[in-house]
């Protein structure tokens, strides 16, 4: 009914006329002129009606001739017809009652019980009712249409049992069900039955009371839901409702993240990011390492410009490192320089930084990313290395390379201003027979003992020079008169003839020396050092212990070199040289898998003489291109016999010199010689030192790339005494490098020579070259060498150089020595190494430590101590404070550059603050102990110590 049309539309269905006239006047009765009755007297015709015209109510008799009331509105409702039904009948019935309501008749009413009164009462209620009934309809189905098209995946489910009711289609997309499958589902259906507990969210935030879960979809899908429920009432029924909110990718998004995180956080790289957009550019994020690296905290960094690592006032050797930076910045292109960069602490280091710019999806940069190397540690090797190109390792003294390059400048400055020079060749009397009966600790005391006397001599523009065994040269220059050289000599007989005292022993030392001077018009300094040599030469002849002036007529002497030179010929060229091979030892399996051919002259009056006294004279002359090729040739044939005799994978090391490799038609020599003995070319390793190739042409880089491309073998041989870089020796196309014995010899004490040698065997594995030591005489050098995994031993300690015959028996005898089998068992069980001078204490110790099982090492001595260390894998070393040689703190502080990863323990009765101290700062200690100890705890703490032993060692 609605208010502009007041008239009540009754439609009334009935068979009876005579009740339709009473209706009628009931209606008018009780509502005058309000209602507008329309009579049909059949089921067919009154639903007709119905879908034909508007009513506002219809009532219906039970009895339709044939037909029922309750089959019409049954049909209507079935129909869509929404109009409210009231029910007439003859008599009342509750049954029937029951049944209209069932149905949706609003109304039963009993004929002729009725007056107009109730009737329109009752027809008011009925409409009222469907009003409501419409309103509720047209609520619920938007509340459905919320559920239906929510974006967020939701599902309604009973409580109990979980039986699905409804699924909104932003769930049924994201699970993959069609509408069909919902009523068949149960909310238990959606989780990964594979699984148990609960995801991990990493860290993802949810909502309160809600939890993630993991899910599947129908075609098998994981999902990581995060679910939330709610209980809720629908129509008299208790619901849940689910809101299923997928984080499967927001989840995965934080696991990369944080993974990158964690990467960089981790790089052993520092790295730094700066925003490009800012002015200035500040640093917006920098990594653990870049801390570690420059002292820096994140924080003090944080907002400034990472200028403030080039120092203040800013280093000048970096302009050209920064204009690089600078012109990348302003190309956008990433850049890779070296700069040196300071620490907080003020301590320079170099860092090799890479630069790179970050754009957004527009193409603009962003920001800028710095990756930093500290490469200190290898700049120092190569700048250590670099000194040691030019200066003798054991004196410290400038050696001959740097020796020619000053008497140069000196004879330059003399001409300039006229002035002389002078040169002191001075060979010591007897120096030979010290080193060979009192050895060559005692003999190299005494060398450094000279050495230091010669320079307290000498004015601070003058040189001193070691230029071989225990030859010394003076170089005076800026003379007003060459004859005052003849003051100098005096001095230095007198100064090198006081006694020499090393440790108990005194000796007396005479030398012989050879002067010559120059006004600097001299065609090399050469020429100059070996007329002082000839003088020399002659002061011997005189006696010793004396000095003689270079004289023209000594040049003639210089016939000897002459007479030596055809001598060799004739060696050459009647094959009086022969062969002697040296082996080389897989440090891993004991087995020699090389050998170095070294060349030896039987000479007829002077005996077997050195190849380092030959074979210089040789390259002067240029005789070493015939002898060259005669050892390649020899080593060539030899090696195959060795392979016949069944030793198939040895390789032969064949010193090349520089004058030979510069040959044009050196590849072809080497090809012939593989050719003609039929070794294979992988057999065949040429030795030549780094000089040969990085003081020439690329034709000789050349030679070098033809010569691997055979599969020849190269070898960097002496690496250490040349230019040494190891950056430079990349670009060679070489497989080995050789590490010079006089790095070797004091490998075990001198931590400095430690360093380098552990320093050069880690920078060539990475760069994939193979390391062998040259000079390994002791068993302790070799098993120092072998834990630092150096790759091939040569030297006394295995063999000294032999014949060919000797070396297939020494082949046959030692080929397979298995020295690296032993090792093994050894490094799995923990050691312990104790040092005390007192015996009893030693004693005393092993009794407590014994019962733990630790295989326990000791001595007396400093010096037994480092050699036990070098032959030993040792974790825990226990040392006393108070020792004659250096304190416990010293020896602990070079135990550990030598041998890094032991764990350092000072177990004193004494107290020096200060060195302690000092020692723990540098971190050569791990535990201070005193005496007397309580032996429970003393063993608890060694405990503890193999154990932080075992948590420093690399994870496998
Ligand atoms: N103190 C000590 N020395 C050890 C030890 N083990 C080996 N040696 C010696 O060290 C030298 C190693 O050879 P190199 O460095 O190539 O040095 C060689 C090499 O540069 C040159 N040479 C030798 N044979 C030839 C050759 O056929 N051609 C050329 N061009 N040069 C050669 O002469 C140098 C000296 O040769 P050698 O007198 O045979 O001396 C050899 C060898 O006998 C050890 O444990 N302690």
Avoid at 636 to 658: E, Q, T, W, Y
Avoid at 812 to 832: C, F, I, W, Y
Wanted: glycine content about 6%; some cysteine; overall charge negative.
């Amino acid at each position: 009914m609605t208010m502009t049309d007041p008239m009540l539309r009754v439609l009334l269905i009935e068979d009876d006329e005579d009740d339709y006239l009473i209706t009628e006047d009931l209606l008018a009765e009780a509502s005058p002129g309000k209602t507008r009755l329309t009579w049909h007297n059949c089921l067919d015709d009154g639903l007709a009606a119905l879908h034909r015209e508007s009513f506002d109510v219809a009532l219906v008799d039970l009895r339709l001739g044939p037909d029922s009331g309750l089959d019409l509105i049954q049909q209507a409702k079935n129909e869509g017809i929404t109009t409210p039904f009231i029910l007439l009948t003859g008599q009342g019935d509750e049954e029937l009652d029951a049944r209209a309501v069932e149905l949706g008749a609003a109304d039963y009413l009993v004929k002729g019980r009725i007056d107009g009164h109730a009737l329109l009462r009752s027809i008011r209620y009925a409409i009222d009712r469907a009003v409501a009934t419409e309103d509720l309809a047209s609520s619920e189905a938007q509340y459905r249409l919320l559920f239906e098209n929510n974006p967020t995946p939701m599902c309604l489910a009973a409580p109990g049992s979980g039986r699905m009711n409804a699924m909104n289609e932003a769930a049924r997309t994201l699970y993959g069900v069609v509408l069909e499958e919902v009523a068949g589902l149960n909310i238990a259906d959606l989780a990964d039955k594979s699984l148990t507990g609960a995801p991990d969210g990493d860290g993802t935030v949810l909502q309160a009371g809600a939890g993630l879960e993991c899910h599947r979809t129908r075609d098998g899908r994981k999902l990581i839901v995060e679910v939330a429920s709610q209980n809720i009432t629908i129509g008299h029924h208790e619901l849940a409702l689910f809101t299923l909110t997928d984080k499967t990718a927001q989840i995965e998004n934080t696991r990369q993240l944080k993974l990158l995180q964690r990467c960089i956080e981790t790089s052993s790289n520092g790295m730094v990011v700066a925003d490009a957009r800012a002015a200035d550019m500040p640093l917006v994020y920098v990594n653990p390492t870049f801390e570690r690296i420059t002292g820096y905290t994140a924080a003090e960094v944080l907002g400034r410009n990472c200028r403030f690592l080039q120092g203040d006032p800013p280093d000048d050797s970096n302009m050209q490192a920064l204009e690089t930076i600078h012109r990348g910045l302003a190309d956008g292109e990433e850049v890779s320089v070296m700069l040196r960069n300071y620490r907080k602490d003020g301590t320079p280091f170099w860092n090799d930084l890479y630069l790179s710019p970050i754009r957004n999806e527009r193409n603009e940069i962003t920001h800028y990313v710095g990756v930093q190397n500290d490469i200190s540690e290898r700049k120092s090797i190569e700048h250590q290395l670099a000194y040691n190109s030019s200066h003798d390792v054991l004196t410290q003294l400038p050696n001959r390379t740097l020796l020619e390059d000053r008497l140069t400048q000196a004879c330059q400055f003399a001409r300039r201003y006229n002035r002389h020079v002078g040169v002191l060749f001075i060979d010591l009397d007897g120096f030979k027979l010290i080193n060979d009966s009192l050895g060559h600790r005692i003999g190299d005391q005494i060398l450094i003992e000279v050495a230091r006397r010669l320079k307290e001599l000498v004015r601070s523009g003058d040189t001193v020079a070691r230029v071989s065994g225990d030859e010394f040269v003076v170089a005076l220059s800026g003379l007003t008169h060459g004859s005052d050289a003849q003051l100098v000599v005096e001095q230095v007989m007198s100064t090198l003839a006081n006694p020499y005292r090393i440790g108990d022993v005194t000796l007396h030392l005479t030398a012989s020396i050879g002067m010559t001077e120059t006004d600097g018009n001299i065609s090399s300094s050469a020429e100059l050092i070996q007329q002082a040599d000839l003088a020399m030469y002659q002061a011997k002849q005189l006696g010793r212990n004396t000095w003689q002036w270079f004289e023209e007529a000594m040049n003639s002497q210089a016939s000897y070199r002459v007479k030596l030179r055809n001598q060799l010929q004739d060696a050459i060229d009647n094959h009086a040289l022969t062969l002697y091979y040296q082996p080389m030892i897989d440090s891993r399996t004991g087995q020699a898998r090389s050998v170095e051919a070294l060349v030896r002259w039987e000479h007829p009056e002077l005996g077997l003489v050195s190849p380092a006294d030959f074979v210089p004279l040789a390259e002067e002359t240029g005789q070493i291109i015939a002898l060259g090729e005669w050892v390649l040739d020899q080593a060539c044939r030899d090696m195959v016999k060795l392979h016949a005799a069944g030793f198939r994978d040895c390789s032969v090391g064949v010193n090349i010199s520089p004058v030979q490799i510069r040959k044009t038609d050196f590849l072809a020599t080497v090809k012939r010689a593989l050719g003609e003995s039929g070794l294979p070319a992988q057999a065949l390793d040429l030795e030549m030192v780094e000089s040969a190739v990085i003081n020439d042409t690329s034709q000789v880089v050349d030679t070098l790339h033809k010569l691997r491309e055979l599969g020849v073998q190269i070898s960097i041989d002496d690496f250490g005494t040349g230019f040494s870089s190891l950056t430079y020796i990349k670009q060679m196309p070489a497989n080995r490098i050789k590490i010079d014995n006089s790095f070797i010899k004091e490998v075990i004490k001198n931590r400095s020579d430690a360093a380098i040698t552990r320093g050069v065997i880690s920078m060539a594995h990475h760069l994939s070259l193979e390391v062998v030591a040259e000079g390994v005489e002791t068993e302790a050098q070799a098993n120092f060498l072998r834990r630092n995994q150096c790759d091939l031993l040569q030297g006394y300690a295995f063999s000294r150089p032999m014949p060919f015959e000797q070396l297939t028996e020494y082949m046959n005898l030692h080929g397979h020595r298995g020295a690296g089998g032993s090792d093994n068992a050894e490094e799995e069980q923990k050691t312990v190494l104790l040092l005390d001078d007192e015996v009893n204490i030693i004693k005393a110790l092993t009794r407590t430590l014994r019962r733990d099982g630790y295989r326990i090492l000791s001595s007396t001595n400093i010096s037994e101590a480092f050699t036990l260390l070098a032959e030993n894998e040792v974790q825990v070393i226990i040392s006393d404070q108070r020792m004659p040689e250096m304190s416990g703190t010293e020896f602990l502080s070079q135990v550990k550059a030598i041998h890094p990863h032991t764990v350092r323990i000072v177990l004193s009765g004494y107290t020096d603050l200060k060195s302690v101290t000092e020692a723990i700062n540098q971190g050569a200690i791990y535990k201070f102990l005193t005496k007397p100890w309580d032996e429970k705890q003393l063993r608890e703490h060694i405990r503890q110590a193999f154990k932080y032993h075992a948590n420093m060692q690399p994870q496998a």
